[in-house]
């Protein structure tokens, strides 16, 4: 992959003559029988515009010869009928076709060095299987996806993220997963490669942007039954309007008896419901998500419950220790010295930030006292992390309920002004954490942390929508409900483990709710596959990935609240765009009806109470108009409806209002200004 590729998602022009032009070949080529009988609704415009266009080529056959022109005219809107809904389509799939287009030509075949029994052998990337073993050297690329199992990295990720500066990539941890056609800028990795052929993160993406993959959506199979069965009541309805005609003695022609089917059919939804579908994807991917169906960004739509982290999502996350506080009779440096000799070996952020505030006030501290030490890891199980010394001690840094357990443990005491210097740390919004040297406590350290700008008016958007946010963290409760109330949050859980975070989800999924969750760690994979919404980073492991049914390239955990957004959008413009379009069938019942019967009566133009041209004029204006609306509403297809967050509710009843009564007062207007016009002519 070439970095042009890297801004292909993010690229917002919507519109391209290439991809214009491509959509104009397209609408011709979908007008195959095959391809359109997936659409009933179009299926019938189009036997519709077969039938009509027998008559005008054979009127003998039909004893239609004085219709020839009217019958030819009726084709020719037919015609354009389904081609504009072909062409919405089209338009829709077009800038995924464009991507996934570019994305498999810079794909290039990269060669590899494969670590076998004797040796490094240099294999082309698509000979390599799940299992392989790679070497990769500073400036090369990463030949497939794969987990770091050996050595440390930065890697440039600009092809798949858009994203300039490099990432690191080590072992273990949460930030082990690569991906192929990736590039390492400096240093070199060992990687056990985890995909096959064809079933890379990249092939994914271009099957998803390509629209390959996609399958029709719960909502659209639902929604596509409703418009089926409308359409054959329409047909009955139709149909059975010749006996009836029959019986009063008046003969209806077949062309006209097809305009009013047509007219009545919700050609409107029907010619724009898969455009509105791919659109809402499309937008998704225009976003730096990428969603793995359109399942997922409907599922958005409908979330109830949105669980987050505190830490990197509602606040930024890069938690600096700012201050030593010593608690009972301990020096400042005997405790900033611990503090240091338990962070020499933490690579957390947290740890680090424990050694440059050292650095920074000048503190003393003897490193080679860490040496050879064993260092124990931070856990999100133990909240705890620190060293075992070669002469036997033991020190500890951590949540401070975590370290008053194990200090007491160790047969320690508690030194009575912990507690309170710990609340006033957490009372603040910080993080306070304690380190003990075996059994004694020396005092805390205060990790400061940010809640970003802009989340309280996030989340009183989502509370507009009523949606419920709670937000999960292993921090202490004080500290949590600082965070909580400073960042607007409903509700949040502190001290919380992994594995209670799929607790939270199941509790509210029992309850009814949708719920959506963020997460890049291997311990949030299955709270992500649990949840019905799951937004995994990108810099994330390959389980987290695995699990989540979205992934966000830009590894922003916060912008699941967009996604939501998205989604409500998308439900949102396909329940308007069926409300105006069965509204606007109706209204053109009243200038179909009387129009045809006033071929045969003359004396019913009593009922012409939109004082149309003429009879024939009055149906080819409906027909026309029917045809003309479809490429109108394709921009508000693709673009989504304006949205403005209130209650799923309120917004129902104002989008019947304003689309229902839009839907039935415009063809009155429309229909009437291209009669004035069509009148010109006959
Ligand atoms: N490097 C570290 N060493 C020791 N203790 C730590 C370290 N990092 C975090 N802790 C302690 O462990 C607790 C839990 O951390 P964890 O990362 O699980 O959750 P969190 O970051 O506080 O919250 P969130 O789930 O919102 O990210 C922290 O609140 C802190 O007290
Ligand atoms: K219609
Ligand atoms: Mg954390």
């Known amino acids: ?239 059975t309007l010749g006996p009836i005609a029959d019986y009063v003695g008046v003969e209806l022609d077949v062309a006209v008896m097809i305009a009013l089917l047509v007219c009545l059919i919700p050609t409107t939804i029907g010619g724009l419901l898969s455009a509105i579908g791919i659109a809402g994807m499309d937008r998704v991917t225009q976003f730096n998500v990428l969603a793995m169906s359109g399942k997922a960004v409907e599922a958005a739509g409908d979330i109830n419950t949105i669980i987050l982290d505190k830490t990197g999502t509602i606040t930024f996350g890069n938690r600096m220790a700012s201050e030593f506080v010593p608690v009972g009779a301990a020096s400042l440096s005997e405790l900033a010295a611990w503090a240091a000799i338990s962070s020499v070996k933490d690579e957390t952020p947290e740890g680090r930030s424990v050694l440059e505030l050292m650095k920074k006030d000048h503190l003393p501290y003897d490193a080679a006292l860490a040496a050879g030490g064993e260092f124990i890891e931070f856990k999100a199980e133990t909240r705890m992390s620190g060293i075992d010394l070669t002469d036997g001690r033991r020190v500890r840094k951590g949540a401070v309920d975590a370290v008053i357990q194990w200090a007491q443990e160790q047969g320690g005491t508690v030194p009575a002004d912990l507690k309170a210097s710990g609340d006033a740390i957490a009372s603040e919004g910080g993080t306070p954490l304690a380190v003990a040297m075996d059994g004694h406590i020396y005092g805390l350290i205060y990790l400061k942390d940010t809640v970003k700008p802009g989340m309280k008016e996030r989340f009183d958007t989502l509370r507009k929508m009523g949606i419920k946010t709670i937000m999960c963290t292993g921090d202490n409760p004080l500290t949590a409900a600082t965070i909580a109330r400073e960042a607007g949050v409903d509700d949040f859980i502190a001290e919380s483990k992994p594995e209670d975070k799929i607790a939270v989800i199941r509790k509210e999924q029992a309850a009814g709710k949708l719920v959506a969750m963020t997460g890049d760690g291997t311990n949030d994979a299955p709270a992500l596959a649990q949840a019905d919404v799951g937004l995994a980073m990108n810099s994330g492991t390959i389980a987290a990935k695995e699990a989540a049914n979205m992934v966000d390239l830009d590894s922003d955990p916060s912008k699941i609240i967009e996604v939501v957004g998205i989604g409500k959008q998308l439900l949102m413009t396909r329940g308007a765009l069926t409300t105006f379009s069965i509204a606007n069938d109706i209204a ?91 009148h010109l002519f006959i």
Request: no cysteine; glycine share 8%; hydrophobic share 50%.
């Open 1 to 239: 992959m070439s970095s042009n590729a890297s801004s292909q998602l993010k690229r917002k022009s919507m519109l391209s003559s290439a991809i214009l032009n491509q959509a104009l070949i397209q609408s011709l080529i979908k007008l195959n029988p095959v391809t359109m009988m997936k659409n009933p609704v179009m299926f019938v415009v189009e036997i519709g515009t077969f039938i009509v266009l027998l008559m005008t080529v054979m009127p003998g056959y039909f004893g239609t010869e004085d219709r020839v022109g009217f019958n030819f005219t009726v084709f020719l809107i037919l015609l354009f009928t389904g081609l504009f809904a072909n062409f919405a389509e089209a338009l829709a799939e077009g800038r995924g076709k464009a991507q996934a287009d570019s994305l498999k030509k810079s794909k290039q075949e990269i060669t590899a060095n494969k670590l076998t029994g004797s040796g490094i052998k240099a294999v082309p990337s698509t000979e390599l299987r799940k299992g392989d073993i790679v070497k990769v050297s500073q400036g090369e690329m990463i030949p497939g996806d794969g987990e770091v199992i050996e050595g440390l990295a930065s890697v440039d990720e600009s092809a798949i993220t858009g994203e300039s500066a490099p990432v690191i990539k080590e072992t273990g941890g949460d930030f082990n997963s690569v991906t192929g056609g990736t590039r390492v800028v400096s240093d070199s990795i060992k990687v056990r490669i985890t995909s096959d052929p064809g079933e890379s993160f990249i092939d994914r993406m271009i099957s998803l942007v390509e629209g390959a993959s996609r399958q029709k959506t719960p909502n659209e199979i639902a929604l596509n039954i409703l418009l089926t069965t409308l359409t054959l009541i329409f047909l009955i309805v139709v149909v």
């Open 588 to 678: 053109k019942y009243f200038a179909i009806i009387p129009a045809m019967f006033m071929v045969a009566i003359p004396e019913m133009d009593a009922l012409n109470i939109m004082a149309l041209g003429s009879p024939l004029s009055a149906i080819l204006s409906a027909l026309i108009f029917n045809a003309i609306i479809i490429p109108l509403l394709i921009p508000l297809a693709m673009k989504g409806v304006a949205y403005r967050p209130m209650s799923s509710q309120k917004l129902l009843s104002r989008n019947l209002f304003i689309y229902g009564l839009g839907g039935v007062a415009a063809p009155f207007i429309g229909i009437k200004v291209i009669d004035l016009f069509v």
